[in-house]
């Protein structure tokens, strides 16, 4: 099972990682128009997309990219893709892996109003 984080405990989370542990990952499974409509700003963490069709292909490409302990919180438009694809990861070897629950409404409300809904 994957832990769900609230957006609102997000810097917590932030905080929580050890001193050397590698660059947090926000990875967003959204649709690029969905990005276009609204995209949250990396502040204290890397923001990577790749939409949800496109992970299981790009796999391996994560594997030499991110280390298996690589803190990595999913998010999409409601946290259902992000859901699905934080379970992928954790399946395929990588262990720090949280889905922030709610998705972009969540974040708007509870992290950053300047998001917009869609």
Known sequence: MVPQLAPANFADWLASLPADAPTPIVL??????????ASVKAEGFTL????????PARLEGLREELSPDQPVA????H???SQQVAAYLVQ????????LQGG?????GQRDATVPLY
């Open 28 to 37: 967003d499974v959204r649709e690029p128009w969905e990005l276009q409509t």
């Open 104 to 108: 972009i409404p969540a974040w708007t």
């Open 79 to 81: 946290g259902m893709r």
């Open 48 to 55: 990577v997309h790749i939409p949800m069709r496109e992970v």
């Open 74 to 77: 999913c998010l999409c438009h």
């Open 92 to 99: 395929n070897g990588f262990t720090q892996v949280v889905n």
